[in-house]
C-alpha cells in the first residue's frame, strides 16, 4: 500500500511545490513506484514535471467532483516510474462546487483507494491555504510533509497549521502524522537562516529531516522546463539535496514497516 504525503503548509512560497516535485522524482529515481498529485489549481507542480507527456486528459478537478475516476487522469512523465495527477485552473473552482456535495471532505480519499496498491509513494502537493483542498489531502494522507522557508516569520502560522492537523485527527483522520518538517532555502552563510533552524528544531525536535535544502539556482530554473532538477541538472546542489531527503523518507518507511 503506498503511503500517502501530503506537502502542506498554509504559507505561500516556501518550498511545497518545489518540494513535491523534486522528492518524487528523487523517490521514484531510487525506485519506488510513485504517483504525484497536484491539488493546487495554480498548477505549479503538473508544470514542473510536464516536459514527455504528450498530453493531459482531464485532472484532479473531475475527479474531485466525481466526473472521472483517479485512474483516467494519471499520465506518466519524463521520470521513470514517476506518474502525475494533473491540476487545473478549474480546480479553483472546486471548493464552491464541493462546498454542498455530501462527503466532500473526503472525496480524494476515496478516489485514492484504487489506486493506493499501484504504488510505493504518493505525494499531494497542496495549496497556500487550508480549504477544502487541503482538508481534502490530509483527509486522504497518512502523513503530512512541513515545509519552513528559512526567514523572517518562518514559525508564524504554523500553529494554524497544526490546529487544522488536530481538526482533521479529531473529524476526519484520527491515524494522521506529522511526516517531517523540511528547512527549505537555507544559507549557510546566514545568520538568520541558523536562526530559524535552531528555532524550528527546538519546536519539532527530530520531527526535522537532517537534509535541510539550500537556496540553489537550478532549483528555482528547473520547472521552467517543465522538469525536477534531477534531469535538469542533476549534479546541482538542490538535486544532491532532494536525492538525500528522499533517501530520509525511504529509510523512515523502511524502518516503520519492519
Ligand atoms: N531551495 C530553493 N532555492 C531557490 N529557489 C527556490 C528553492 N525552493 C523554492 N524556490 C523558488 O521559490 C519560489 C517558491 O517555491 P515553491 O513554488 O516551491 O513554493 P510553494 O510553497 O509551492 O508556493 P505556493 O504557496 O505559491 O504554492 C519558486 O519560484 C521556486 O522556484
Ligand atoms: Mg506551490
Known sequence: MGRVIAVSNQKGGVGKTTTAVNLSACLANDGNRTL?????????????????????????YEVLLGHAPLEAVISSTGIPGLDLAPSRISLAGAEVEMSSVLGREKRLAEALETVRPDYDFIIVDCPPSLGLLTVNALTAADSVLIPVQCEYYALEGLSKL??????????????????????????????????????????????VYETAIKRNVSLAAAPSFGQPVILYEPRSTGADNYRRLAGEVSHARAAALV
Open 162 to 207: 497544526l490546529n487544522s492537523i488536530q481538526l482533521v485527527q479529531r473529524y476526519l483522520n484520527p491515524t494522521l502524522e506529522i511526516e517531517g518538517v523540511l528547512l527549505t532555502m537555507y544559507d549557510e552563510r546566514l545568520q538568520l537562516s541558523k536562526r530559524v533552524a535552531a528555532e524550528v528544531k527546538s519546536y519539532f525536535n527530530d520531527k
Open 36 to 60: 504525484l498529485i497536484d491539488i493546487d489549481p495554480q498548477a505549479n507542480a503538473t508544470s514542473g514535471c510536464e516536459a514527455g507527456i504528450d498530453n493531459l486528459d482531464g485532472s484532479v
